[in-house]
């Protein structure tokens, strides 16, 4: 895993349910958490999901100051400091993938008996090759990164972290997340953001 492309903190996405008024309306100074509860709506553009049999596939924009965020936990917190690590993250697009079901890991769910360890190798180490962002200029951004969220049959879901370099303007008004076929059932998916959206995702307020 790359640390210029990862917080030291790693990567946890907490679900939470409905839409709260953000600073704009309410006055209140932009938080994580009501960030993510913006983000969570999925009429905000930055969540989109779908439904195969018992297994649910969602798929989430991580937006720059949740990175930002995490790598200064428990550091002073400076206008400089932040400055730079937003510079440095807004390079990139980072999405969340994860997919459950019946509530649990769907890697545990619904991996065939004796293709456990093969699959286990195919999330941790190629995911790439199965991964990638489209665009209507039919470019193709390749993964720059990726992890996944080792929780060993303990979490909601089986989450992954990708990591896509930020494509330059040009490149039309929508982002498309495609996954292959590798080997969980789920076939072919495609899950297509607003360009607008991700790019003018919330912001912390950090209060400095």
Same mark, same amino acid.
């Given at each position: 895993?790359?640390?210029?492309?990862?917080?030291?903190?790693?990567?946890?996405?907490? /679900?939470?349910?409905?839409?709260?008024?953000?600073?704009?309306?309410?006055?209140?100074?932009? *938080?994580?958490?009501?960030?993510?509860?913006?983000?969570?709506?999925?009429?905000?553009?930055?969540?989109?999901? @779908?439904?195969?049999?018992?297994?649910?596939?969602?798929?989430?924009?991580?937006?720059?100051?949740?990175?930002?965020?995490?790598?200064?936990?428990?550091?002073?917190?400076?206008?400089? /400091?932040?400055?730079?690590?937003?510079?440095?993250?807004?390079?990139?697009?980072?999405?969340?993938?994860?997919?459950?079901?019946?509530?649990?890991?769907?890697?545990?769910?619904?991996?065939?008996?004796?293709?456990?360890?093969?699959?286990?190798? @195919?999330?941790?180490?190629?995911?790439?090759?199965?991964?990638?962002?489209? @665009?209507?200029?039919?470019?193709?951004?390749?993964?720059?990164?990726? /992890?996944?969220?080792?929780?060993?049959?303990?979490?909601?879901? *089986? *989450?992954?972290?990708?990591?896509?370099?930020?494509?330059?303007?040009? *490149?039309?008004?929508?982002?498309?997340?495609n996954i292959g076929d590798f080997?969980?059932?789920?076939?072919?998916?495609?899950?297509?953001?607003?360009? @607008?959206?991700?790019?003018?995702?919330?912001?912390?307020?950090?209060?400095?």
């Open positions: 895993m790359n640390q210029a492309l990862f917080p030291i903190m790693g990567f946890k996405i907490f /679900a939470f349910a409905g839409l709260c008024l953000l600073v704009s309306c309410s006055g209140v100074p932009a *938080t994580k958490e009501s960030i993510q509860e913006y983000i969570s709506n999925s009429d905000n553009g930055l969540l989109a999901s @779908t439904h195969i049999g018992a297994m649910n596939i969602e798929v989430q924009f991580k937006p720059t100051d949740f990175l930002v965020e995490e790598e200064l936990y428990g550091e002073p917190l400076t206008p400089s /400091a932040i400055d730079s690590l937003r510079s440095k993250y807004s390079e990139y697009y980072y999405f969340i993938l994860r997919l459950s079901s019946e509530n649990g890991e769907a890697l545990y769910a619904n991996s065939e008996p004796g293709k456990y360890s093969e699959l286990v190798q @195919t999330l941790s180490f190629n995911m790439d090759q199965f991964v990638a962002l489209t @665009t209507p200029l039919a470019d193709t951004i390749k993964v720059a990164d990726f /992890a996944l969220d080792r929780t060993h049959g303990m979490g909601e879901a *089986t *989450t992954l972290i990708f990591v896509f370099e930020r494509p330059r303007n040009g *490149t039309g008004d929508w982002i498309q997340f080997g969980l059932g789920v076939g072919n998916q495609n899950f297509r953001f607003n360009r @607008t959206a991700l790019e003018e995702a919330p912001t912390i307020d950090f209060g400095v």
